[in-house]
């Protein structure tokens, strides 16, 4: 990994545009009043563990915008000791969830998952999803290694 402030800032943007292209995306799944994730719809029998579609969509984008601010926070970590590995701790803990959810929907893609749903219907559409969360989670990566560097050597 790399300890140039310069790539960790183009890792830490790289997140962020991640966090947001999510964001965006919920908000067209909540508008559209789907479940799922861009290529990925959820089952029908989703629908029925959820009262209100839309707020559930809407939570998973103000979580998204909080990622995307938890990633820009890692350009310059916060100058308290707590706040700055609470930044870097919360991103470790979004990289592995984000992480998950791309293996995840990756498998089911692939449809070594059948128990995750079926394999999509727009695969394009999927791939796409796939390569976001992929480069999403190596953005995060690098820029919390570096972060945690950082937060080691002060």
Do not use: H
């Not at 292209?21 to 629908?47: I, N």
């Not at 990633?71 to 308290?80: C, H, K, S």
């Not at 803990?93 to 998950?100: F, P, R, S, T």
């Amino acid at each position: 990994m790399t300890r140039s402030p310069r790539n960790r800032r183009i890792s830490a943007l790289t997140a962020c545009a991640g966090a947001l292209a999510y964001t965006v995306s919920k908000v067209d799944l909540a508008r559209d009043g789907e479940l799922g994730m861009p290529g990925f719809p959820a089952p029908p029998d989703a629908y029925a563990q959820v009262t209100d579609v839309t707020a559930a969509q809407l939570g998973n984008a103000a979580l998204g915008l909080l990622m995307a601010v938890v990633a820009l926070l890692l350009l310059r970590p916060p100058g308290t000791r707590w706040l700055r590995w609470s930044v870097v701790g919360v991103s470790w803990l979004g990289i592995v969830m984000v992480g998950a959810g791309v293996v995840g929907f990756g498998a089911r893609a692939a449809g070594v998952a059948p128990s995750l749903g079926d394999t999509p219907p727009d695969m394009a559409t999927a791939l796409a999803a796939l390569v976001v969360g992929a480069l999403w989670v190596a953005g995060w990566s690098v820029a919390a290694v570096g972060a945690t560097r950082s937060a080691r050597a002060r």
